[in-house]
């Protein structure tokens, strides 16, 4: 592996550790203390920003080509935003503080993703993507460990502590990656909030009917996502303790540091709209999953069932995207990614509190399994771009 694969790694093993040691203490620090549906907004404040801004900022990398810069500056500011959450701890402070967050940590995956396939053939395109999202996998499965970890030594609000000097630590390994010759988009900054969102651009991916896959993965991430903003509550709730919720939901990040890179590198030779299928279909039975574990070794494998299926999705979604990207709109492109997933975040919490305010949890994780089959139905639909050479 290059120099500058190893430090993208690390870089976002750093970034994510920031995502995932916050997303867990703020579920912590707010049970009983709010309601359910309150916890899971907590979640939907720090992506809306990243549903609205994500492309945004990939507009500007693309006609900048600052795409290092702009996710240093992301990074540093992010970690400043964290610190002030053991200042300003109420349930309203700390949701303006996630929302301003999710506005900078939203600059890193299109400027990264898009840094470190810029000079890449499509044959290519999976292997490195693989290393990005196995760094992703790493860190949330080291957050849910340093998590559980920590919780025996300290409050769980202190955590965040640990996740600024992430962010920080992130920042400064981006400033050791090369720099690489910028290309730029000739189009005026003004034509930005054209970019809001996304909108635009999913209309303009009808190569292979790519923007049936944009759908996909909204509704995919509408049910998972949702599934995650309370699975926290909800293992505690059926008497799992909480000092071990870590521990227990590390297992699917495991199973994608074993499978994304292997299964992505895998899509370089048979192509991705296989994997991704496959991987939509198996993300709908999370849900049912969860309904019927009880104990914590049936949480593991349910845990390690999220593993696979994202493994399998994201190894033939992402070099997919990336297929799709002309190379003055890498950066944009690969933002749908994150845009999709920020979707889910916003709407998933609030259908599943909704839900589980008013039905129950199985109820909720039912209607969660019928919107991953449309999801899968719905990718079945796209063609392959991807030509090996």
């Known amino acids: 592996m290059s120099r500058e694969l190893v ?185 930005i909030l054209s970019s809001l969102a996304s909108v635009r651009l999913v209309g303009e991916l009808r190569e292979g009917r790519a923007f049936l896959l944009i759908f996909s993965l909204a509704l995919r991430h509408i049910a998972v996502m949702g599934l995650f903003s309370v699975i926290y509550v909800y293992m505690q709730r059926v008497g799992i303790g909480r000092e071990i919720v870590g521990y227990i939901s590390s297992t699917n990040n495991i199973v994608q540091m074993l499978l994304i890179h292997p299964l992505s590198t895998l899509s370089d030779r048979i192509g991705r709209k296989k994997l991704f299928v496959l991987g939509f279909l198996s993300s709908s039975f999370i849900p049912i999953n969860f309904m019927f574990s009880r104990s914590p070794l049936e949480f593991i494998l349910a845990f390690a069932f999220i593993g696979l299926s994202y493994a399998t999705m994201i190894a033939g979604v992402n070099p997919y995207l990336r297929d799709a990207a002309p190379e003055t709109k890498v950066s944009e492109v690969l933002s749908l990614a994150n845009t999709t997933r920020a979707f889910g975040m916003i709407f998933g919490p609030i259908l599943v509190g909704i839900l589980v305010t008013q039905q129950s949890y199985s109820f909720a994780f039912i209607i969660l399994f019928l919107l991953g089959l449309i999801s899968a139905f719905i990718s079945f639909f796209t063609k392959e771009i991807y030509r090996r050479k």
Request: glycine letters at 8%; aromatic letters at 14%; charged letters at 10%.
């Open 7 to 191: 430090v993208g790694f690390a870089a976002t093993l750093t970034m994510i550790l920031n995502v995932g040691i916050v997303m867990i203490a703020m579920q912590i620090v707010f049970y009983e203390v709010v309601s359910d549906f309150e916890i899971a907004l907590i979640a939907t404040a720090y992506w809306i920003p990243a549903f609205l801004l994500t492309s945004v900022w990939g507009y500007l990398a693309d006609i900048t080509g600052e795409r290092k810069t702009i996710a240093i500056i992301s990074q540093f500011i992010v970690a400043i935003l964290t610190f002030l959450h053991i200042v300003f701890n109420l349930y309203s402070q700390i949701l303006l503080l996630r929302f301003l967050t999710g506005i900078f940590s939203s600059a890193y995956l299109p400027c990264v993703q898009g840094y470190l396939t810029l000079d890449k053939r499509p044959e290519e395109f999976g292997h490195v993507l693989g290393v990005y999202n196995t760094a992703i996998a790493s860190g949330f499965f080291v957050s849910g460990v340093l998590t559980s970890f920590s919780m025996y030594f300290v409050d769980p609000l202190e955590l965040v502590i640990l996740a600024g000097t992430a962010s920080l630590i992130s920042g400064f390994l981006l400033e050791l990656l090369p720099s690489k010759p910028k290309i730029r988009r000739k189009e005026p900054l003004g034509k």
